[in-house]
């Protein structure tokens, strides 16, 4: 029996840190051309303040515009939602067509700090809010494992403080993680070793990478996952979306045409055709062009 890959594409984070606001039409219209595309799982919005996040105040509306074009008969994607509090989890809950919530829950105290402003145990607390009040809306939910690989604030890290959370995620019941390289300084070889330390303790849970890279070790990471036994990947086209905690501009999300190139060369099927994927590509580029101003990939 042929494995299942998943491809999460993730627009929402290749848009969010974008100097110029993308029209919330267009925003609507590019993911409706991912489901076309083939894509069944999309990191699509986030339900933060847009006094932080401007890029994102729209996403009821673009949810409402998108849900409005899909067709009737079609099986509806999967689309995530950001929250990172209980205010995007109101939001989000409350937003039709979001079927996942999405939290990055981060191992870096100073990170989760500045970013959260919260302790370990508060956002513990709202990790168990979340699972609790998703299950009751028949939701889903995916934790993203922020700093897994690591963090530049020289504090502690090891395999055993990313096994210690995946233990507690367990105990709570949450199915999906992430492992997040929030800063994209992950070797291949740590991606890799990394994954294998920590699975034997997720039995029961769906284990992806969200990995930030330099374009030319974007392959080599995901084989490396790959190998390790991962087989849940979030992207995004053309690698768009740059990580600010990185200091690299070069730094950002791995591209999904690497991503399906090298699962191709594993000998896997990410279920993605290449054919399919011209017309989003050409709104990707569009939108580097114009609300970037970033180069062209081809």
């Known amino acids: 029996m042929e494995e299942t890959i998943k491809i999460i594409e993730c627009p929402r984070d290749a848009w969010q840190g974008l100097p110029d606001i993308i029209p919330t039409e267009y925003k609507a219209a590019y993911l409706k051309e991912l489901v076309l595309a083939g894509f069944k799982h999309i990191d699509a919005v986030s339900f933060v303040s847009p006094k932080h996040v401007k890029q994102m105040a729209?996403?009821?509306?673009?949810?409402?515009?998108?849900?409005?074009?899909?067709?009737?008969d079609g099986e509806p994607p999967e689309i995530i939602g950001i929250a990172v509090n209980e205010k995007g989890l109101e939001r989000a809950l409350a937003t039709p067509g979001v079927t996942t919530i999405g939290y990055p829950y981060s191992i870096s105290a100073y990170f989760r700090r500045a970013n959260a402003n919260m302790s370990?145990?508060?956002?513990?607390?709202?990790?168990?809010?979340?699972?609790?009040?998703?299950?009751?809306?028949?939701?889903?939910?995916?934790?993203?494992?922020?700093?897994?690989?690591?963090?530049?604030?020289?504090?502690?890290?090891?395999?055993?403080?990313?096994?210690?959370t995946l233990e507690w995620l367990k105990d709570i019941r949450v199915r999906t993680v992430s492992l997040?390289?929030?800063?994209?300084?992950?070797?291949?070889?740590?991606?890799?070793?990394?994954?294998?330390?920590?699975?034997?303790?997720?039995?029961?849970?769906?284990?992806?990478?969200h990995l930030h890279s330099r374009p030319e070790s974007v392959k080599e990471k995901t084989l490396a996952a790959y190998e390790a036994g991962c087989r849940r990947f979030d992207s995004a086209l053309t690698g768009l979306g740059g990580c600010p905690f990185a200091g690299d501009n070069l730094v950002g999300n791995i591209a999904t045409e690497d991503v399906l190139a090298a699962l191709r060369q594993a000998g896997a099927d990410p279920g993605i055709d290449p054919a399919r994927l011209s017309k989003a590509l050409e709104m990707t580029n569009e939108i580097r062009a114009k609300y970037a101003h970033a180069p062209l990939v081809n």
């Open 58 to 72: 729209d996403s009821e509306d673009v949810m409402a515009r998108f849900g409005a074009s899909l067709p009737r």
């Open 120 to 164: 370990r145990d508060e956002a513990r607390t709202l990790v168990e809010k979340l699972k609790k009040e998703t299950g009751a809306a028949n939701r889903g939910l995916v934790v993203y494992i922020s700093m897994a690989f690591g963090n530049p604030y020289d504090e502690p890290w090891g395999p055993e403080i990313v096994a210690d």
């Open 180 to 209: 997040a390289d929030t800063v994209g300084t992950a070797t291949p070889e740590l991606v890799g070793a990394l994954y294998r330390q920590v699975r034997d303790h997720v039995a029961g849970i769906e284990l992806g990478v």
